[in-house]
T-cell receptor, first 114, second 110 residues
């Protein structure tokens, strides 16, 4: 399985600011995903990020609020823009094994917006 | 769209008792995956089921995929305190992202 790291691991941000979360994988992968998990809740997919194309956003999530970059096959960023307290959550990136479709998750970024 | 329902939401057992969580999809799945998330941790992949009627075992864990490929279960025999966590099922149709159930939080009392 892939080894995935995320930065930062946690942050406390002020309302109205933006935070960029980085996701680094130790191998080249085609499919990367960004999820949000609010405390005690399940995982909600924000978007799918494929290298060389625009990210595909799920219903309820828009590019202006959650811009994503995918410059190469081992790296992606998710920006949470113009943050509000409702954006407080854990943000997780994951990658998909192209042969098995199994997904592996990074350790997550715990965001608190005050 | 595809919905994945998971029950129960919570389960509290005494150590040594068995535990089962059930997952149902509104549509036929190409595969279903199970994850475990410890408190404060991130989801960790457990297993993937692909074939109709498939049964897979990992030590005390038994995973089943229904004949219609719309439901699945995870059964833990003789729970231990190390089994504590939230178990998520996630259904997938070919080429699409995973759709996670709400999870079952398991608490095991010694």
């Amino acid at each position: 399985s892939a080894v995935i790291s995320q930065k930062p691991s946690r942050d406390i941000c002020q309302r109205g600011t933006s935070l960029t979360i980085q996701c680094q994988v130790d191998s080249q992968v085609t499919m990367m995903f960004w999820y949000r998990q609010q405390p005690g809740q399940s995982l909600t997919l924000i978007a799918t990020a494929n290298q060389g194309s625009e990210a595909t956003y799920e219903s309820g999530f828009v590019i202006d609020k959650f811009p994503i970059s995918r410059p190469n096959l081992t790296f992606s960023t998710l920006t949470v823009s113009n943050m509000s307290p409702e954006d407080s959550s854990i943000y997780l990136c994951s990658v998909e094994d192209p042969g098995t479709y199994e997904q592996y998750f990074g350790p997550g970024t715990r965001l608190t917006v005050t | 769209g595809q919905q994945v329902m998971q029950i129960p939401q919570y389960q509290h057992v005494q150590e040594g008792e068995d535990f089962t969580t059930y997952c149902n999809s509104s549509t036929t799945l190409s595969n279903i995956q199970w994850y475990k998330q410890r408190p404060g941790g991130h989801p960790v992949f457990l297993i993937q089921l692909v074939k109709s009627g498939e049964v897979k075992k990992q030590k005390r864990l038994t995973f089943q995929f229904g004949e219609a490929k719309k439901n699945s279960s995870l059964h833990i025999t003789a729970t231990q305190t190390t089994d504590v966590g939230t178990y998520f099922c996630a259904g997938q149709n070919s080429g699409y992202a995973l759709n996670f159930g709400k999870g079952t939080s398991l608490l095991v009392t010694p």
